[in-house]
């Protein structure tokens, strides 16, 4: 009898590339913290941007992992109307709280700072476009690549798109504030 069994191991291996993940996003994080402190309400906006990534993506791995398991979804279809309703859910609701979270960064930049500036409502937006542009194929592919080779993505999956999902937003926040603010 092995004291380390499969999913034990799943378990395991998912937490290390996990760990890695939030190595990688902190320390493209802690580069780039010069740049992001300088603009107003930054820090009230990075902690839900980056949580939202891997709550949303974890999800959507949920329950496609379930339909799976259910047999609602077949393992070789991945263009059914299941999973695009869910792509459309996850992509919308990701949208949606990228607009909020800019609304309470413009809110406290105004109210708490006095400082008026609009423009920082735009970032999250853009930055929750281009991660779930990356983080959502990505989500679906790993899913099903996981369960075609047998193994149980509800498992794997939450660490793996956490981590992925910090990198990603990450990336994208900064990818954003070039855009926006070209001077950077």
């Known amino acids: 009898m092995s004291i380390f069994n499969s999913k034990f191991k799943e378990i395991f291996s998912a937490q290390v590339v996990s760990i890695f993940g939030g190595l990688i996003a902190g320390t493209i994080l802690v580069i780039y913290t010069d740049k992001i402190l300088l ?3 930054m820090l009230i906006l990075l902690p839900g941007f ?3 990534r891997g709550n949303i993506s974890g999800t959507l791995a949920a329950r496609i992992t379930s339909g799976l398991f259910l047999k609602v979804i077949g393992q070789d279809k991945i263009n059914t109307r299941i999973i695009r309703q869910n792509i459309w859910a996850s992509f919308l ?5 990228s607009f ?3 609304i309470v960064a413009f809110a406290f930049n105004y109210f708490a700072m006095g ?3 609009p423009k ?17 194929p990505l989500t679906i592919f790993c899913t099903f690549y996981f369960f075609r080779k047998g193994h149980d993505p509800d498992n794997i999956m939450g660490p793996f798109v956490t981590s992925a999902g910090d990198v990603t937003s990450v990336l994208a926040l900064l990818i954003a504030l070039v855009l926006i603010w070209p001077i950077l």
Request: proline share 6%.
């Open 93 to 97: 609701l990701a949208i949606f709280i």
């Open 115 to 117: 400082i008026f500036l």
């Open 50 to 52: 980056l949580e939202m």
């Open 100 to 102: 909020v979270l800019g």
């Open 120 to 136: 920082i409502i735009w970032i999250p937006i853009i930055a929750g476009i281009i991660a779930n542009a990356i983080e959502i």
């Open 39 to 41: 603009i107003p309400g």
